[in-house]
């Protein structure tokens, strides 16, 4: 379960001790969360309280949830509690050129290969690895039917004062805005639902434009931003967070793929289902900077400088419970959210000295992404006998490699280093490895997320792990790329150095094009892994370079069975096909959709 902090009075403790049970169970059923929340309710408390008549098994009362503040509240959390979770078996890296999934088989390659279809969207559907929970379209559908159950029902909630009601009404305007943002940014224009649909209705609807989509998610985050606090409890909506989705989902209209009027597929005859097809785009990205403009002069955020040091800056970033960075975030731990295997990163993705599986490997393709330290770009025909020094502080902050410090056989020892090289005989073949090898793997993993105190993995304490959703500097970012295309180079190169400072970078100094390239490069490697890259480079429409053949780098040590003065030598990652098709742009809608709702117009691309 996701932790999320919910306030409660006291004299509803004893409803919240036993709501707050049901709520740990039934999460692990959650394509049909609402219902048994509310029917559990229900039956719990005709036995124990004098909430309801006793009634007909197979109905419920639902004036139990709704004339209590406490249960709507509880309502609310498993609502929460439906936003996309991270770590899982296969992460969102390994469907992008930022990560290998160690595995290969249908539910990514789909995705690498371009080869989705309505009959099979791989892990865009619910799949047995859980990839991209949170995203699938029946899943993100049956968190907006809450959020509208929400709001046909609350008016009728006897809370205490107006300023609660509207808080926690502007907490389920930000969730229902960000489903559809969910939605949106898989497959564009999505039909627009804004009511509870009862057995008999017409289920069927035809899909909105993306500018009408587009235009529902801004009226739903306004409106959040208007009844929500600037500053609480950042594991619930505030206005920040609030405004922060408002500037990423502004952002991405303004962006190529939803202003290209679909000229990437062969006569799409629904452009507008996909893209914008009239008005001005200049004011589209006026629109974009000017929202992450208001974020920034909320004045409440800043980055996360607490330490001198860059690089254990940046890693303590990511394991702080709390920062000014921090907009919007999710507290997970073994007790809040007892998932069977693939709750923990350090479990799934770390190294195998360390008890780690190594499921999703970092490529050579974002490693080289990170410039050297006097901004320089690194190049492998020059630096190929030290790669690793002197690169962006960040490099270290996320991404494990040969001789990196780390944790090692469950505690510190004087020799705690990645080794991810073999020793090779004369004809090339390994006769003994390190401890971090791995057949075909790229010689990388993820160091980003994962506290070295906590070297136990699945089996002993957990991590406490604030997942950052939304952070101060995407929002920089946002600003920055907008001010680029509306040719204010000035203004983004001196927030971009803000957050170059912050890593102990130099300072860029590009205009024009070439400050495009270091904005994106910049956001690249700023936000590796947190599931930004998948996205970027759809709405770039850069993918065709991104879903080339994946590299690592090949380390042998000397054939002494010493580790010192390895040789390295970059890789093509064998095994695993990537290929790039136009239609996949965009995700296809299922064919089981489809047949349920002849209304819906598939995406382009995709029979």
Known sequence: MKHLCISHTQEHENE???????????????????????????????????????????????????????????????????????????????????????????????VLTSTMSPDDSGVFQNNWATCMEGWWWNEVYSSIRACNLFFERIEQTPYPDDETKNQIKGEVHFL????????????GGVPLIDHTYQIGDDYSKERNTLEETVNFIVTDLNQAASQLPVQSDKTRATQGAALAIKSRVLLYAASDLFNSQASWSNGYSYPELVSYVGGDRAERWRTARDAAKVVIDLGIYDLYEENPDPVKNFEDLFLSMSSDEQIFITIYDKI????????????????????????????????????????TCFDWNTQSSNPYANRDPRFYATILHEGADWVR?????????????????????????GADYQENATGYYIRKFIDPNFPTYYYGPRQPQPYIQIRYAEILLNYAEACIALGEDGEARRVMNLIRKRAGMPDVTESGTALLDRCRNERRVELAWEQHRFFDVRRWMIAPSAYVPATGVKVTYPTDDSVENPTYRQTTILGENRAWNNSHYLIPISRAEMQKNPKLIQNPGYN
């Open 409 to 433: 056989d469950g505690g510190y020892t004087p020799d705690h280093i990645v080794q991810v090289g073999a020793w090779e005989d004369s004809q090339g073949t390994v006769v003994k490895s």
């Open 16 to 110: 919240y001790s036993f709501t707050r049970q049901l709520v740990y169970l039934l999460t692990h059923f959650r394509m049909k969360r609402i219902y048994f929340l509310i029917i559990s309710i229900a039956l719990l408390f005709s036995s124990c309280n004098d909430y309801l008549d006793t009634v007909p098994g197979d109905k419920f009362d639902d004036a139990a949830v709704w004339n209590n503040p406490s249960l709507v509240e509880e309502f609310v959390f498993d609502i929460y509690n439906a936003l996309p979770y991270p770590y899982q078996w296969y992460m969102n890296a390994s469907l992008v050129d930022e990560a290998v999934p160690a595995q290969q088989d249908g539910v990514v390659s789909k």
């Open 336 to 375: 809040n959210f007892p998932y069977w295997a693939t709750d923990w990163i350090s479990s799934i993705c770390g190294t195998p000295s360390w008890g780690g599986y190594g499921l999703n490997q970092v490529t050579g393709n974002l490693a080289d992404a990170y410039e050297n330290s006097d901004g």
């Open 176 to 187: 229902r805005g960000y489903f559809y943002y969910l939605l949106l940014a898989q497959y």
